[in-house]
């Protein structure tokens, strides 16, 4: 071989080796990058352990919360302080005397707010993804009976609350605005009653969000309300915290006021309070009222009797049962008018005699007074409730409709003794929340 060619081939085999090399260097750097980089394999495995390992933490404490709430639905904080000495890579618990309140868990602060809520601080502000909510329409056809109260949310996350104990109707919408319906299912004596959830605050559709706030209202001839809040109303009506003139006041009208407000709703009955056995005067002694749908309207009842009733419907439950307050009343008309009909406010009855099982048994349809799954409260009895007349001999007031009478509409407002019970004409609805 001449020396040229030897030379031409060595030269051949380092430029080979050069491009190796290159080649290699390249391989490694794409490896390099790929291990370690911002979006690298090793990069993102730290990243994903450092998420589990926050979660983890904010699960512990949230678990810890979650025992420790008392029969009156809030946090102990006696029990929550034991909950958390006992839960393994927390330090501070000690400390908790009161909320909020803030520990350290396997090295990340963790901050447990009065409401029960959990937030979780730490390197990087990581934000960990809240957990989605429960939807109406899956535990409405899954029939899910809730062991403890429950937020859950419809398909345009309208929150509903849901107390322990109950479930959702098979019949219930499934949006807020079609008026979503739970059921009582482990209270014995109460088990089948049902209530509606109304709406407080921004309400949510496809295509708009509305606003419904809690208040007192009146309402013009073409329906539109005018909030009244704690003013007097047509000169004489007001919602009092107490009265000496006989009638019963709201169990805790500031206390409703603020959970309504802070649960975004409340409950009201599905149908006027009813009883297993029909009434046929007032000295009939019936204790027990119900709000299923089968069962007989609960009437010849004064107000501080309905009162009585309304109350003792779920005594000692974590939430809390009344008799109607005007607040109560005024607001969901001005949800029904929403999103049901617009002019509801006065709508005359719809039956010309009373139904005393509720018109939700009447055949023909064009009589069954229902807006939003909410039945009779233009039409059949009058109803009493918490508001109270200036009037001292006449300061039980009464609202809605009266069969066969369409002077009389839902926003009505009347007064009468605390001692009438006469008629049939007067009954009364429950009110529930948390």
Not at 259 to 280: D, L, V
């Amino acid at each position: 071989m001449s020396k040229k060619k030897q030379e031409k081939e060595k030269a051949i085999t380092l430029i080979a080796l050069v491009i190796t090399i290159i080649v290699l260097l390249i391989l490694a750097g794409i490896s390099i990058a790929t291990l370690t980089g911002e979006n690298g394999v090793l990069t993102k495995a730290n990243t994903a352990k450092t998420n589990t390992d926050r979660a983890s933490a904010k699960e512990k404490v949230q678990i810890a919360v979650k025992g420790s709430y008392g029969t009156n639905g809030s946090i102990e904080i006696a029990t929550l302080r034991t909950n958390l000495k006992q839960t393994e890579g927390v330090t501070g618990a000690e400390n908790v005397t009161s909320l909020p309140a803030t520990v350290t868990v396997d090295g990340y602060s963790v901050t447990i707010e009065p409401n029960g809520k959990v937030t979780l601080e730490g390197e990087g502000n990581i934000e960990l993804e809240e957990p989605k909510k429960v939807k109406v329409e899956d535990v409405k056809n899954n029939e899910i009976v809730f062991d403890t109260k429950t937020e859950i949310e419809d398909n345009y996350e309208n929150k509903v609350v849901v107390p322990e104990g109950f479930k959702i109707t098979k019949d219930s919408a499934t949006d807020v605005t079609g008026g979503i319906v739970i059921e009582d299912v482990t209270n014995e004596a109460t088990a089948g009653s049902q209530f509606v959830w109304i709406p407080v605050g921004k309400v949510k559709t496809a295509n708009e969000t509305k606003t419904i706030e809690l208040s007192r209202y009146t309402f013009a001839d073409n329906g539109i309300p005018t909030k009244q809040r704690e003013n007097t109303i047509e000169t004489y009506y007001q919602e009092l915290a107490s009265s000496s003139y006989g009638n019963t006041t709201a169990k805790d009208i500031e206390i409703f006021k603020t959970s309504a407000t802070t649960n975004n709703g409340y409950y009201i009955g599905r149908y006027e309070a009813r009883s297993e056995t029909q009434r046929t005067s007032k000295n009939q002694a019936l204790e027990q009222v119900t709000v299923k749908p089968n069962d007989y309207i609960y009437n010849y009842v004064t107000q501080p009797k309905a009162a009585t009733l309304a109350r003792g419907m779920y005594a000692s439950s974590n939430f809390t049962s009344d008799l109607m307050n005007s607040y109560a009343w005024d607001t969901a008309i001005v949800f029904i008018q929403n999103f049901g009909q617009a002019n509801y406010s006065k709508q005359g009855s719809l039956n010309t005699s009373l139904a005393t099982q509720g018109t939700n048994n009447l055949t023909d349809t064009t009589k069954q007074d229902k807006q939003l799954n909410i039945w009779d409260m233009a039409s059949n009895s009058f109803e009493w409730t918490t508001e109270t007349h200036t009037n001292v001999d006449f300061p039980c007031v009464d609202r809605g409709g009266i069969y066969s009478r369409t002077s009389y509409y839902t926003s009505f407002r009347n007064h009468f003794s605390a001692t009438n019970a006469d008629s049939y004409d007067f009954s009364f609805r429950v009110a529930l929340y948390l």
